[in-house]
């Protein structure tokens, strides 16, 4: 689990809200965001209507249920699975720190979306940099040995005697 930082807690609450379009409420980051309501709202603004049902009370259960939502939507969107938070690092504060890394991530998803106009958060993503060479261009370098080919003038690893053993000088 990694340790948390409270500075990119912040960033994070501040950008969810710029982009519903609220200001930002006073309370602890995992408590603001904890029923999953705020996230719901959230993906609605991105993709309207992903989120198509929101508990705003009720319990544990539904509330979880929010969340599990979210995280169907954020899938749908394009985020890739290891990227999403399980539900309970967030409802059960077991990783606070996995719950900002996946908001982040979907804070940079929206750069791909040109349809979002949003604010942006975090560095920007780079753009394809597609590079094409020609066949001779391609043949020049076969005749070259790269350093990583195992030649160093004459060490050599014959004598080692194999995985696990010392060796002997």
């Given at each position: 689990?990694?340790?948390?930082?409270k500075d990119?807690?912040?960033?994070?609450?501040?950008?969810?809200?710029?982009?519903?379009?609220?200001?930002?409420?006073?309370?602890?980051?995992?408590?603001?965001?904890?029923?999953?309501?705020?996230?719901?709202?959230?993906?609605?603004?991105?993709?309207?209507?992903?989120?198509?049902?929101?508990?705003?009370?009720?319990?544990?259960?539904?509330?979880?249920?929010?969340?599990?939502?979210?995280?169907?939507?954020?899938?749908?969107?394009?985020?890739?699975?290891?990227?999403?938070?399980?539900?309970?690092?967030?409802?059960?504060?077991?990783?606070?720190?996995?719950?900002?890394?996946?908001?982040?991530?979907?804070?940079?998803?929206?750069?791909?979306?040109?349809?979002?106009?949003?604010?942006?958060?975090?560095?920007?993503?780079?753009?394809?940099?597609?590079?094409?060479?020609?066949?001779?261009?391609?043949?020049?370098?076969?005749?070259?040995?790269?350093?990583q080919m195992?030649?160093?003038?004459?060490?050599?690893?014959?004598?080692?005697?194999?995985?696990?053993?010392?060796?002997?000088?």
């Amino acid at each position: 689990m990694a340790p948390r930082n409270k500075d990119q807690e912040a960033e994070v609450l501040n950008w969810i809200f710029q982009v519903i379009g609220q200001p930002v409420p006073k309370g602890e980051y995992e408590d603001i965001l904890r029923d999953g309501v705020v996230l719901c709202n959230l993906m609605n603004v991105l993709t309207p209507g992903s989120v198509k049902k929101i508990q705003s009370k009720g319990t544990n259960f539904q509330l979880m249920e929010n969340i599990e939502r979210f995280q169907k939507a954020v899938k749908a969107y394009g985020l890739p699975q290891e990227e999403i938070f399980q539900t309970a690092d967030l409802f059960e504060r077991r990783n606070i720190s996995q719950v900002t890394l996946s908001l982040y991530a979907l804070a940079r998803l929206t750069q791909k979306h040109p349809e979002y106009q949003g604010p942006s958060l975090g560095p920007k993503m780079a753009d394809k940099n597609e590079r094409s060479f020609t066949e001779d261009q391609l043949r020049a370098s076969d005749g070259h040995l790269g350093l990583q080919m195992g030649y160093n003038k004459g060490a050599s690893q014959s004598g080692h005697g194999g995985f696990g053993n010392t060796r002997h000088m």
